[in-house]
């Protein structure tokens, strides 16, 4: 019994002693918590995993959302679009992820922002043993137009045929080029948005154009021949003067004056039935006297007046009837007048009237001071003396432009390259110093064609009723500035209406020159030049970036009798040589316009070209003008030329997400 009992001791003292058992007893401690921590781990990286997986599907419902705005607020088309990306990306269940439904609306107090914000649960695995049964997740996202600093000058060809020629809105109705203009006008605005001085400011500008453009009021008044007092220009008009008469004669009746008359009668008896005896002879004698005297009223018309008075004795015998047979005799029936002293006298006058004699011509010495200054002026082709053609006495420039000088040596074949030095018409920041560098009043109302270059007394009204129903004179709406719009509605500083209201003012008449267009779009928009105070920099400090965007309806048209921003090519020849038909002189302005173009890429200007029509009527000029191939579209229904400028703003604007 004793052993047993040292032997039991003795194993007892032997574990006592024995460490090795030790880790068996720590490791079943450690079992549960370590479990838990394992287990920890495990959920929370596939927690992880879920999240990112939703972080992925907010993303692109943001963007998506973003790129199918195209109000200023998010509608339910476009939630729905951000939806469907959403459930592409992470569709319901995925993960084992409880259902929900994620919110997706425009921003509160940055509308054009699309925020997605989404939550749900996932069940645990490991962790499940220890009571924690699901992980909450959640995730949002924002998603905008990053602009930048951006200035976009939008360069519309607003020609006659925007509105002679409709095409189908797609839902039966007939509706103008314009009109579907004006549209997708309002669509870029509500693509790209209003922009911020803070965080990235926007400016649109608009140029419409035809064969010249309205820009004269934008300009300061020493740009323009006639701000400065006494300034002169070159006009094909007409003058008039007297030469010779015309020349008129009434003659006047004999009205009495005094004295008496007395009437009667008798018969004569021949002496045989073969004759009749003649009536008594005249005793009547006259005495007459004149006198004349001559006018000249204040229009100087000459008047003679000439007054002729006659006295009449004696008596003056008339037959009466034919000689008659009576018995073996004949009679002769007479009357007679007895004049007594008898005074009449007679009026005679001659009207003399100058005559109004035009002479047609180029004037190189018409005084566009007064007419420059917007206020009413003296028409100097009027005269109250002859107004057949019924111009007004005075006229009020509207502010569209003659060009400034150029070289009328430019042909279809000048290389494109270069602007010659001496065509300051098409030079960008040329700052007007002289005659030669100003531009020019665009005065239709004395404006005349003729057919010998040289004088001539005959010429037609270029400003006729007909010559504009056809486009050959033509002053389009208005150019205006860069500006920020708040919204299509504001009316932003300095400018006298809002972006709808200037756009639904659009008007279309006259022929296409593109040339005009493209350079004035890039004189208000370039950094440098006549605005380079203007669009140098921002308020922010950031660089601009800068586009025109050009949409046309047709190809480039000149014609030898446009009155336009070159004069009266007819009779001026500024852009062309004499005689140059109108495919030479639409051949010369292609070629001007890719002067034009490629002087504007050369400033880094982004260039889009939209042509919008029926058929393809974008020409090589117009293809290359743009900055690269995919800078060009055609749009041939109304729908696609709101799709284009819409596409043409995201591009413009840059879509990314902003959290």
Not at 67 to 85: H, I, L, P
Not at 146 to 168: F, H, R
Not at 377 to 390: H, I
Request: hydrophobic share 35%; proline share 4%; aromatic share 10%.
């Amino acid at each position: 019994m004793g052993d047993r009992i040292k032997r039991a001791l003795f194993i007892l003292m032997r574990l006592y002693h024995n460490q090795a058992g030790n880790t068996l007893a720590i490791v079943a401690a450690a079992v549960v918590p370590l479990a838990g921590l394992i287990g920890g781990g495990v959920d929370m990286s596939r927690a992880y995993m879920v999240r990112a997986r939703m972080q992925q599907a907010c993303d692109a419902a943001a963007l998506a959302g973003r790129r199918a705005m195209t109000a200023s607020t998010m509608t339910d088309a476009n939630k729905a679009e951000a939806k469907r990306f959403f459930d592409f990306n992470f569709p319901q269940g995925t993960f084992g992820a409880a259902s929900f439904v994620p919110t997706i609306q425009s921003k509160p107090g940055e509308a054009t922002t699309v925020q997605v914000a989404a939550a749900t649960t996932i069940p645990t695995t490991v962790m499940r043993i220890f009571g924690k049964q699901t992980m909450q997740l959640a995730v949002n996202c924002e998603s905008r137009f990053d602009i930048g600093n951006t200035d976009v000058m939008l360069v519309l060809d607003t020609t006659g045929s925007m509105v002679q020629n409709k095409l189908s809105d797609g839902s039966g109705k007939m509706i103008t080029r314009l009109a579907a203009l004006q549209q997708a006008l309002k669509d870029f605005y509500d693509t790209l948005g209003p922009g911020s001085d803070t965080t990235g400011r926007i400016r649109y500008g608009f140029l419409p154009y035809s064969s010249t453009v309205n820009v004269g009021k934008l300009l300061p008044s020493n740009y323009i021949l006639g701000g400065t007092t006494g300034e002169t220009w070159s006009y094909q008009t007409r003058r008039g003067a007297y030469s010779g008469y015309d020349t008129s004669s009434t003659s006047g009746s004999w009205t009495k004056q005094s004295g008496s008359t007395s009437n009667g009668s008798g018969t004569t008896t021949g002496s045989s039935s073969n004759s009749c005896n003649a009536i008594p002879s005249d005793t009547v004698t006259q005495n007459s006297s004149t006198s004349t005297s001559t006018a000249t009223d204040a229009n100087g018309v000459i008047t003679t007046t000439t007054v002729t008075t006659r006295t009449t004795n004696g008596t003056n015998y008339s037959t009466s009837g034919n000689c008659y047979k009576s018995g073996n005799k004949r009679y002769q029936d007479y009357t007679f007048i007895t004049y007594n002293s008898y005074v009449e006298t007679k009026t005679d006058k001659s009207v003399q009237t100058p005559k109004w004699v035009w002479t047609y011509a180029k004037y190189d010495d018409v005084d566009v001071t007064g007419f420059a200054s917007g206020n009413a002026t003296a028409n100097p082709a009027y005269s109250a003396n002859d107004n057949s053609l019924g111009l007004s006495p005075t006229s009020t420039w509207s502010g569209c432009i003659e060009e400034r000088s150029t070289d009328s040596g430019i042909t279809k074949d000048t290389p494109a390259n270069s602007i010659p030095n001496t065509a300051y018409d098409l030079q960008i920041d040329t700052i007007p110093s002289s005659k030669d560098t100003k531009w020019r009043p665009y005065w239709p109302d004395i404006a005349f064609s003729r057919n010998s270059t040289s004088s001539s007394t005959s010429g037609s009204w270029l400003n006729s009723a007909s010559n504009i129903s056809n486009g050959f004179v033509a002053c389009p709406t208005a150019a205006r500035k860069l500006a920020s719009y708040a919204s299509r509605s504001a009316v932003p500083a300095g400018q006298p209406s809002s972006y709808d209201a200037y756009v639904d003012s659009l008007t279309a008449v006259g022929g296409t020159y593109h040339t005009i267009g493209m350079v004035w779009g890039a004189r208000l928009l370039s950094p440098d030049g006549i605005f380079g105070s203007e669009n140098a920099s921002a308020p922010n400090g950031f660089n601009i970036s800068r586009h025109i965007v050009f949409m046309t309806d047709g190809e480039m048209s000149a014609y030898s009798n446009v009155y336009g921003a070159w004069g009266y090519q007819a009779l001026d020849q500024r852009d062309g040589p004499s005689g140059a038909s109108n495919s030479d002189l639409t051949a010369i302005h292609n070629r001007r316009l890719e002067m034009i173009c490629n002087a504007i890429k050369g400033k880094n200007i982004t260039i889009w070209v939209i042509g919008f029509n029926d058929s393809n009527i974008m020409s090589s000029q117009l293809q290359n003008c743009a900055t690269s191939a995919n800078h060009w579209s055609m749009a041939y229904t109304p729908a696609d030329l709101q799709t284009t400028f819409r596409n043409i703003a995201k591009n413009i604007g840059g879509l990314r997400l902003s959290n």
